[in-house]
Each structure stands twice: as structure tokens, then as C-alpha cells.
């Protein structure tokens, strides 16, 4: 009898609501600093994980977890960018 696998769970920083990591979006800071989102989720880096929403990635720039998550300030010209990108993944908002 096979056990089911474990699904792996990862905290959105803008809602704080545990989910499945495929139901949300990585924001990852490359190597050299970059800060974009990861849609494939295989990006060298530090990640952190939001809703595919733009209330969530407000939210989390809003409480400073993106700030905290990667040690380095999210400028509001990363932050429009952020949005931009979240657009196009979420244009339904």
C-alpha cells in the first residue's frame, strides 16, 4: 500500500495563509540582487511565496515581509515592477 506524498506548504507573506507552494508565486532575490518574481519556481536564490494576487504582494510590501524575507528595501520603482509582472499572472484584479 503506497502512502500519499507529502505536499509541500509554504506561507504567503502578504495573507499569512499556509497553501500549497504550486498554488502560489515565488519573489526571489538573485545572487546579485535582483528582485523579480519566479513564475517556475527554479530560479537560483532567496524565495518567498505570495498569493497570485496583487492585494497580497501590497500587503506583504505594506507589513516590510518582503524587506525582511531578502535583507535588502523594496524601492517603490521594485514595487511597480512587482506589480507588472503580477498583472500579467493575475489579470483578473
Given at each position: 500500500m503506497q502512502t500519499p506524498k507529502k505536499v509541500p506548504m509554504r506561507q504567503?507573506?502578504?495573507?499569512?495563509?499556509?497553501?500549497?507552494?504550486?498554488?502560489?508565486?515565488?519573489?526571489?532575490?538573485?545572487?546579485?540582487?535582483?528582485?523579480a518574481l519566479?513564475?517556475?519556481?527554479?530560479?537560483?536564490?532567496?524565495?518567498?511565496?505570495?498569493?497570485?494576487?496583487?492585494?497580497c504582494l501590497k500587503r506583504s510590501r505594506k507589513t516590510r515581509a518582503l524587506e525582511r524575507a531578502?535583507?535588502?528595501p523594496v524601492t517603490e520603482e521594485l514595487e511597480a515592477?512587482?506589480?507588472?509582472?503580477?498583472?500579467e499572472v493575475a489579470p483578473d484584479e
Open positions: 504567503c507573506t502578504g495573507c499569512r495563509v499556509m497553501k500549497s507552494k504550486k498554488e502560489l508565486v515565488r519573489v526571489v532575490k538573485s545572487p546579485t540582487g535582483e528582485v519566479d513564475l517556475h519556481g527554479k530560479a537560483p536564490g532567496r524565495g518567498a511565496y505570495v498569493c497570485p494576487s496583487i492585494d531578502f535583507g535588502k515592477e512587482l506589480l507588472a509582472q503580477m498583472a
